[in-house]
């Protein structure tokens, strides 16, 4: 068994080894050597390496930005992170430093991924980002970023996940434009980037900005919505129903959960009762605290006094 479970370890971190080179081949291998720069985390450092001539690398503003981010929001407000996602922060930027060196690499003039049309450069970027990525969500981990922004934003104010990292990812593509060497067609070159990752995340993970609505059959009901309250910080309702067939009463889990609780959700369940049934549904439009505000237009209506 421990043997088992050691085996199950050691494949998810070469996973999110793999992933987090895959991660940093998008941005060192071809957006970099190109000047290009997008939206997250790394669009920001890139834009940093950019102002500085070089100065300051991506891959060392990118790990001291998130360290300081992550101190942050453990300090000043109790969110906690795991050790896969300190793991995937760290290995991303040392990947970055190896893959720079690797000029073979590079999508440059003369190498053998060099690409003629620019355009296309973005849309590759854009697929190894999103599987980079989606990689490290679906074994539990995350790169960082603007998610640690987006939900230290969501947990004082009434914004939703999805808007934070909208808004965030177009603020960090304008930036380029107050460098001057840089003009409005290489911030264009960023928004590709960001929507070819947004399409291409859906079908690696489900989408970052997604959400699921879970339905939970198991005996062990009770520890799995504990588990959900205390250590994921999200609600959960109990709905009675009867097993037609044994004519039994049983207790349904039903959950909402964006799509970066996912794969840790699936993992608690399975490991407090294997034998659960879970109903999974993607859902986009999910409205109340913590996903989208609710949005109702009301008309007022004022009557005129006549003089």
């Keep these: 068994m421990l043997t088992s479970k050691a085996g199950k370890l050691i494949k998810e971190y070469l996973i999110l080894t793999l992933a987090c080179f895959i991660f940093g081949l998008a941005w060192e ?3 970099i050597p190109n000047g290009m720069s997008a939206g997250g985390m790394m669009g920001l450092c890139t834009v940093i390496q950019y102002a500085t001539n070089g100065f300051i690398q991506a891959q060392y503003s990118y790990f001291v930005l998130n360290a300081l981010l992550v101190i942050i929001a453990v300090v000043a407000m109790g969110i906690g992170f795991g050790f ?3 793991y995937c922060i760290v290995m991303s930027s040392v990947a970055m430093g190896v893959l720079e ?7 440059i003039d003369g190498s053998f991924f060099f690409v003629q049309e620019t355009v296309l450069i973005p849309i590759i970027a854009g697929v190894l980002e999103a599987t980079g990525i989606g990689l490290v969500l679906r074994f539990g981990g995350s790169t960082g970023g603007t998610d ?3 939900l230290m934003v969501n947990k004082y104010w009434p914004i939703s996940l999805s808007t934070a990292f909208l808004v965030s990812d177009l603020i960090v593509c304008s930036l380029l434009l107050f460098l001057p060497e840089k003009c409005f067609s290489d911030m264009c070159y960023g928004l590709a980037e960001l929507v070819t990752f947004s399409l291409m995340i859906d079908m690696v993970v489900g989408g970052k900005k997604s ?4 339905l939970v059959f198991s005996e062990k009901y009770a520890e799995i919505a504990d588990y959900i309250i205390t250590r994921m910080d999200r609600g959960v309702t109990v709905l009675k129903a009867q097993g037609w067939y044994t004519k039994r009463d049983k ?3 039903l959950i909402i959960i964006n799509q970066k609780q996912f794969p840790s959700l699936s993992k608690a369940v399975k490991d407090i009762d294997p034998s659960a049934f879970m109903s999974v549904s993607q859902t986009n439009s999910v409205y109340g605290e913590g996903f989208e505000e609710i ?3 009301v008309r007022i209506m004022k009557k005129k006094k006549n003089e």
């Design 101 to 107: 060196k690797i000029t073979v690499l590079h999508c």
């Design 148 to 150: 640690i922004v987006a």
């Design 84 to 86: 896969k996602t300190i």
């Design 295 to 297: 949005k109702a237009g």
């Design 251 to 253: 207790n349904v889990l």
């Design 29 to 31: 291998g071809f957006m």
């Design 211 to 214: 959400s699921y609505q879970l």
